[in-house]
């Protein structure tokens, strides 16, 4: 059945490895019984997954994005906690489970990717209008219109996203999928400003590359031009400075030799983007991670994966307290 998985302590101490002499990141972090108990909770951001990759293949791309969540989420939970990050922070909230649409064509995954929306769009309201920053791991890229929704609808007004990406995903709002999250939020009017930094000149169409250049709302900085002549942070800082509070977009295949549907051997590295959130000079309304993998529908598999994620989670807790 559909719906929101919220997890108990208990469900979160199975996947710490205790050790003696040590405290972990799950021994920390908190935990609710219910959404409407985000209110009385004193921890600042929540933690939450949503393991599919039905919007991946409503966009004719290849199933995996639904594996990334468990080991991220195990390779978090056994991150020391120390003086550098302790973890109360934290609420680990669960996660959401979809079952596959019955229709099992492109219009019924479509339909399916609809329906997630809803329900993600619900859960994120009541996690920004308790105060709480939150922090996704996907899953693909078609939940970030559910989140951006969300925000604007509990901010009551449009919002500001940032998108480390190599593609722009703006394709036509034509139906659903992992390719036109920020289409729907800029026609919907839920996005004020969208940024995309590190977009690859080669995998972005005339259509989308002409969206940008006469959209007023669109700022690009493209991973090409970085290469040539930008310094990483100049380029970044740049691009952030005109942004009030933006919500942080990165899907994984903007960083080189991460496992996902569109992997890439040309990319940011990881230890780049991890600059980019530990340097910047803002703060971020949330945090959504997608599109990564630890196993492909053609058989790849990574062990790393969730380990680079709950290092990109670390870093973003982090950036509040230097």
Same mark, same amino acid.
């Given at each position: 059945?559909?719906?929101?998985?919220?997890?108990?302590?208990?469900?979160?101490?199975?996947? @710490?490895?205790?050790?003696?002499?040590?405290?972990?990141?799950?021994? =920390?972090?908190?935990? @609710?019984?219910?959404?409407?108990?985000?209110?009385?909770?004193?921890?600042?951001?929540?933690?939450?997954?949503?393991?599919?990759?039905?919007?991946? %293949?409503?966009?004719?791309?290849?199933?995996?994005?639904?594996?990334?969540?468990?080991?991220? $989420?195990?390779?978090?939970?056994?991150? /020391?906690?120390?003086?550098?990050?302790?973890?109360?922070?934290?609420?680990? !909230?669960?996660?959401?489970?979809?079952?596959?649409?019955?229709?099992?064509?492109?219009?019924? %995954?479509? /339909?399916?990717?609809?329906?997630?929306?809803?329900? @993600?769009?619900?859960?994120? @309201?009541?996690?920004?209008?308790? *105060?709480?920053?939150?922090?996704?791991? *996907?899953?693909?890229?078609?939940?970030?219109?559910?989140?951006?929704?969300?925000?604007?609808?509990?901010?009551?007004?449009?919002?500001?996203?940032?998108?480390? +990406?190599?593609?722009?995903?703006?394709?036509?709002?034509?139906?659903?999928?992992?390719?036109?999250?920020?289409?729907?939020?800029?026609?919907?009017?839920?996005?004020?400003?969208?940024?995309?930094?590190?977009?690859? /000149?080669? &995998?972005?169409?005339?259509?989308?590359?002409?969206?940008?250049?006469?959209?007023?709302?669109? =700022?690009?900085?493209?991973?090409? #031009?970085?290469?040539?002549? +930008?310094?990483?942070?100049?380029?970044? #800082? /740049? $691009?952030?400075? +005109?942004?009030?509070?933006?919500?942080?977009?990165? #899907?994984?295949?903007?960083?080189?030799?991460?496992?996902?549907?569109?992997?890439?051997?040309?990319?940011?590295? !990881?230890?780049?983007? =991890?600059?980019?959130?530990?340097?910047?000079?803002?703060?971020?309304? &949330?945090?959504?991670?997608?599109?990564?993998?630890?196993?492909?529908? #053609?058989? =790849?598999?990574?062990?790393?994966?969730?380990?680079?994620?709950?290092?990109?989670?670390? +870093?973003?807790?982090?950036? &509040?307290?230097?």
């Amino acid at each position: 059945m559909d719906g929101l998985r919220i997890y108990s302590n208990d469900d979160v101490l199975k996947l @710490v490895n205790v050790r003696t002499g040590e405290t972990k990141l799950g021994e =920390r972090a908190g935990t @609710v019984s219910s959404l409407e108990d985000l209110n009385n909770s004193e921890a600042r951001f929540v933690l939450l997954g949503i393991p599919e990759d039905i919007g991946v %293949r409503a966009n004719y791309g290849l199933p995996g994005a639904s594996t990334a969540w468990n080991p991220t $989420l195990k390779a978090f939970l056994n991150t /020391q906690s120390n003086r550098f990050l302790d973890g109360s922070e934290l609420i680990i !909230l669960g996660h959401f489970e979809f079952t596959d649409p019955k229709n099992d064509s492109i219009e019924g %995954r479509q /339909q399916k990717v609809s329906e997630i929306d809803e329900a @993600v769009s619900a859960c994120i @309201v009541k996690i920004v209008s308790a *105060g709480k920053i939150p922090i996704i791991i *996907g899953g693909g890229h078609n939940n970030a219109y559910p989140i951006i929704k969300a925000l604007s609808i509990a901010k009551k007004q449009a919002v500001d996203i940032i998108n480390i +990406d190599a593609h722009a995903d703006l394709r036509e709002p034509n139906g659903r999928h992992s390719g036109n999250s920020f289409s729907y939020a800029l026609k919907d009017g839920y996005m004020t400003k969208y940024g995309v930094f590190g977009l690859h /000149q080669s &995998y972005n169409n005339a259509a989308i590359l002409k969206e940008i250049e006469t959209n007023e709302k669109i =700022r690009a900085v493209f991973f090409d #031009d970085i290469l040539l002549k +930008d310094s990483l942070l100049s380029a970044w #800082d /740049q $691009l952030i400075n +005109d942004f009030e509070t933006p919500g942080l977009e990165i #899907d994984l295949d903007s960083i080189e030799n991460v496992l996902s549907s569109a992997a890439t051997p040309s990319g940011f590295s !990881l230890n780049e983007i =991890r600059r980019l959130i530990l340097g910047s000079s803002k703060r971020f309304a &949330y945090l959504h991670i997608c599109e990564g993998a630890a196993e492909m529908a #053609d058989g =790849r598999t990574s062990s790393l994966t969730g380990k680079s994620i709950a290092y990109l989670i670390t +870093d973003f807790l982090k950036s &509040y307290t230097l």
